[in-house]
């Protein structure tokens, strides 16, 4: 994966990622040729790309939001010439490991909905099983029925969704499955729901409950990040932060994530182990220069090998 650029320019940070903008993916290709359309007729899409721009890979992803501004467009301007416009359910399941993006994106999505006038607010509603599920009898039903209405206009993203039905048909975890497919029913088109978690265990939990594909015909899956990815994410988390990596500090990071690669399990965070690293790496770098009488620009920015060590030190 060719390296990043990162420019600063007026106080914004803007990221290119070079082999992106040569890929044949629909989404590429409209980057590769931005000034070939109506940029004030397509203000929307301008905005949401310039959120994806700020992505690290998920290329797929990248192309489904484009198809989903194409396919919103599009309906607009047949409506507006009083031809038939198909309506799609636009909930969603989104696979994954933790640290892949689902959450961004889902937030990208909710801008894009809003100014497209899908959804009134498009603001992001996160909640897991602790947030939903009740300690009795009807006391689950009146949490979620709460949180539907705290998300009407926007997007309920539920995140490791399959912990709803972990408890067997007894747990209350089914009494908020029924509670949100009832809210589905009747606050249709009000707020989308997107349902999210570790790949084999959503599968897993829509397959034990035959009503639910159909009810969520979009299901992306976000692949872990490779090493070069990963790395891009990192420079791009220190250039947020206004510090930078010095080129064996960027050698100790590929060698970190390397190595958590390779360890078994589910446990690899991907971006999420990344920040984790980053934020270790800026406290041992404020340790070390704590009694620096004279510190210059550049030994306050810069991250050196040292200051990375393992998180769980």
């Avoid at 993006?101 to 009134?120: C, D, P, W, Y």
Wanted: charged share 25%; with cysteine.
């Amino acid at each position: 994966m060719t390296r990043p650029v990162i420019k600063r320019e007026s106080g914004q940070i803007n990221v290119t990622f070079p082999t992106e903008t040569t890929s044949d993916t629909p989404y590429a290709l409209h980057r590769q040729h931005h000034l070939d359309y109506d940029h004030h007729q397509h203000l929307a899409l301008d905005k949401v790309m310039n959120q994806l721009d700020r992505l690290v890979g998920l290329k797929h992803v990248k192309d489904f939001v484009y198809e989903i501004y194409a396919w919103l467009h599009i309906t607009q301007q047949r409506q507006k010439l009083g031809l038939k416009s198909s309506q799609q359910t636009l909930h969603m399941v989104f696979k994954g490991n933790p640290g892949t993006g689902k959450t961004t994106v889902a937030r990208i999505l909710g801008h894009l909905f809003q100014e497209m006038n899908v959804l009134s607010k498009g603001h992001l509603v996160e909640v897991e099983r602790a947030d939903l599920v009740g300690e009795y009898i009807g006391h689950t039903a009146q949490k979620t029925r709460e949180l539907v209405k705290k998300a009407l206009g926007g997007i309920l993203f539920i995140d490791e969704a399959y912990s709803l039905a972990r408890g067997g048909t007894k747990d209350f975890g089914k009494e908020a499955i029924d509670c949100l497919v009832k809210a589905m029913e009747d606050h249709k088109d009000e707020f989308v729901l997107i349902l999210a978690g570790y790949p084999d265990e959503m599968d897993y939990f829509l397959a034990s409950n035959p009503g639910l594909p159909s009810r969520f015909p979009i299901q992306l899956s976000f692949k872990n990040y490779t090493v070069s990815e990963l790395l891009a994410i990192a420079e791009l988390m220190v250039c947020e932060r206004e510090y930078q990596l010095s080129s064996q500090a960027k050698h100790k990071i590929r060698q970190f994530i390397a190595e958590e690669m390779r360890k078994p399990g589910k446990n690899f965070s991907n971006a999420r182990m990344v920040r984790n690293l980053i934020e270790k790496a800026i406290r041992e770098h404020a340790v070390r220069l704590l009694h620096h009488s004279h510190n210059t620009k550049n030994d306050l920015m810069t991250l050196s090998a040292g200051d990375f060590v393992p998180l769980s030190k």
